[in-house]
């Protein structure tokens, strides 16, 4: 979940899934701290590949950025995509 810089209540404005950076037995081996800052390099136009760089370091995408609007019922549903738990 990507979330603007200012405001501690900001609502998410986008989803940037990664490919997971660690060995096949602990794919997430490797993430860095879930909360910090991200920097995303790509290109706005067309279909949106950006590469989450976080503290020097790249993190693949798994597919296209989405913004997402927290109004919109398929964003919500996108997003509790990556919730544990039953839904």
């Not at 209540?9 to 096949?24: C, K, N, S, T």
């Not at 997430?28 to 920097?39: D, I, K, R």
């Not at 020097?56 to 549903?77: H, I, K, N, S, T």
Request: glycine content about 10%; proline content about 18%; some cysteine.
């Amino acid at each position: 979940m990507i979330f603007p810089a200012e405001g501690a209540d900001a609502l998410p404005e986008g989803l940037a899934r990664i490919v997971p950076p660690g060995p096949d037995k602990c794919p997430w081996a490797g993430l860095p701290a879930p909360a910090g800052t991200v920097e995303l390099r790509g290109w706005p136009d067309g279909e949106r590949v950006v590469v989450a760089w976080i503290e020097g370091r790249p993190y693949w995408p798994q597919d296209v950025y989405q913004d997402v609007d927290p109004p919109d019922p398929e964003a919500l549903e996108a997003v509790a995509e990556l919730l544990p738990g039953p839904r």
